[in-house]
């Protein structure tokens, strides 16, 4: 009798994992690479060498010393993408303190909303950027931002009593900048600070960190609710980073163009920690996601590698200036955080000259990647799958009822083990039990299945399934079937309530400029190609899509407004 191959994975590696902290790991790659580029920024117009950047970074956790954070204390970086931001990043790490990324995007209640979650005691941020003015949205949490403070004095808030310190800095001219209140401390007076703290302290600190020690909040995406805040070490993120850049073939050669924001796991550990654990160069295209400023970084920086969601490779693709600028010196790169549609992956290829191009798949709780196709995989596996598990990882497939490990094949939830798992969510035990059972797997809330050499397909998000008449359908098929119509650009479809079914489906669409198409158009299109009943009910054209600010949609956010209008219209 036959017995029955269940869905588990566990990815081996003949790399071992790092046993180091990042100040250890950077510091080596530093000594291998000084001359090397490691960051250019193009709006900034400055480019640092892997020894220029490691000096900036000893001032900045010099000067953080001085103004009283050491290992374990949680300090905030509330700024779009900047060289700052990249120096902020691994001088925390130096001295062990918790580096809270948030969303540049947040308004003042989100902010307060992380401030308290987190316990923030430091707050890097900028003056401002477009139409977000950050310090004075700080000002209405924190009124007593307006009055006198220096290093040596902390900020005494009523709100954030763990709040001391507000840094505010100019990425034009971090060193220039001027103070708007008196409450702020200005990023120039924080690093003749740490003058006074000799390089023999610094090294002692580094020194009593370990491997395992918190070292980073990130908090979730938020498509499909209010966010939280995952509490990740050294070894989680830094050997995340370094085992992605094996499998991109990365080396002090490669020039990655990062899109995408360093707030978001996909920008700090995938792009910014991954180039700078083997040596390659960190290249800002812009503060925040412009795709023709990307584009012409490309060029200009002759970048090997971009990464993006798909919606960001879309706009670089539709950009009327794109069949001018040339991207051939591009190779590699990774398209994660949402699903990637089979013609979007081929345009890449081809058009983009991306022939290498990997599909990612993870979630901030893993630190962030679990599974990335390689490069030698067929174009079918790029397209129909996630690709494997990374070294050192375990994966597998759950009934979501029973929670027993299902056949190959079989879809069910996706869970994970290994290294990368979180800590846990940040002050909140019940959130952690929720997504973590005994036995240390994460559940991912995804659902998926797997094929018998461990290749994992995502078919859509747990809470994202439509149960409609007893049928239980996933969006992701049809939204592939409906993104290969000549016309279409971008689909969502998600449910909406139905008296009688339960569920129906409703279908946001924006189609390519200039087009124009109809619903009956569509329907028919899909008639004879799925089942009728996953045929959407409801078909809207759209402009623009409800996003969060790393391009992911926000279906929960779509169903929403699309129940108002029906409401309207009833």
Known sequence: MDTVKKSYFNQGGTTPLLEETIPEHFSGVVRSFPSSEAVVSIPQNRRLKYIELAESVDRLARGLLAMGFTKGDRIGAWSTNNIEWLTLQIATARIGAILVNINPAYRPKELEYALRRSEIQGLFTIPSFRKS?????????????????????ELCSEAFPALKHVVLYDPLEPEKTERPYEGFILWQELLQAGCDISMQKLDELTATLDTHDPINIQYTSGTTGFPKAVLLTHHNILNNAFFSAKALHFTEADRLCVPVPFYHCFGMVLANLLCLSVGACVVIPCEHFDALAVLKAIEAEECTAIHGVPTMFIAELEHPDFKDIDTSTLRTGIMAGAPCPPALMKRVMEE???????????????????????????FQRRIETVGKSLPHQEVKVVDVSSGETLPLGKVGEVCFRGYHVMKGYYNDQEATTSALDDDGWLHSGDLGKMDEEGYLRITGRLKEMIIRGGENIYPREIEDLIFTHPKVAEVAVFGVPDDFFGEELMAWIELHAGEKATEEEIREFCTGKIAHFKIPKYIRFVEEFPITVTGKLQKFRMREMAIEEMKRES
């Open 133 to 153: 003015n950050y310090v004075e949205m700080l000002l209405t949490l924190i009124p007593e931002l307006k009055d006198k403070a220096s290093c040596n004095d």
């Open 352 to 378: 983009m000259h991306c022939s290498e191009i990997l599909i990612g798949y993870g979630q901030t709780e893993a630190s962030p990647l679990t599974h990335l196709t390689l490069r030698d995989d067929t």
